[in-house]
């Protein structure tokens, strides 16, 4: 059974940075899987942030282009959102979500497997 968990979530002001994890477990050829990050702030909808492929080919909302970074460690199951210059607009729960999926697209439904998500917030 896959599971997932983030951690590293907190509060922090504006301007600063955070690394999100998410390690997974149960996954098995954890190579052919497209990892990606979501979140959802109040009042909002889901929103795809982030998402890296088989081959580590990464894709980025235009809100977060350039400020954040998306990486996987294959040898710990683990991937990552190093978030810098956060703004009190990427204040959200950010909840990460991997599956067989080709190109990776940025689109909630295609994700069967999701963690229980973290939550940030940055102050002004």
């Known amino acids: 059974q896959v599971q997932l968990v983030e951690s590293g979530g907190g509060s922090v002001q504006s301007g600063g940075s955070m690394r999100l994890s998410c390690a997974a477990s149960?996954?098995?050829?954890?190579?052919?899987?497209?990892m990606n990050w979501f979140r959802r702030a109040p009042g909002k909808e889901r929103e795809g942030i982030a998402s890296i492929d088989t081959g580590g080919g990464t894709r980025y909302a235009e809100s977060v282009r350039g400020r954040f970074t998306i990486s996987r460690d294959s040898v710990k199951n683990t991937f990552y959102l190093q978030m810098n210059g956060l703004k009190p607009e990427d204040t959200a729960t950010y909840y990460c979500?991997?599956?067989?999926?080709?190109?990776?697209?940025?689109?909630?439904?295609?994700?069967?497997?999701w963690g229980p998500g973290t939550q940030v917030t940055v102050s002004s």
């Open positions: 979500a991997i599956d067989r999926v080709s190109s990776c697209p940025l689109y909630a439904p295609l994700y069967n497997y």
């Open positions: 149960g996954v098995t050829s954890y190579n052919w899987y497209c």
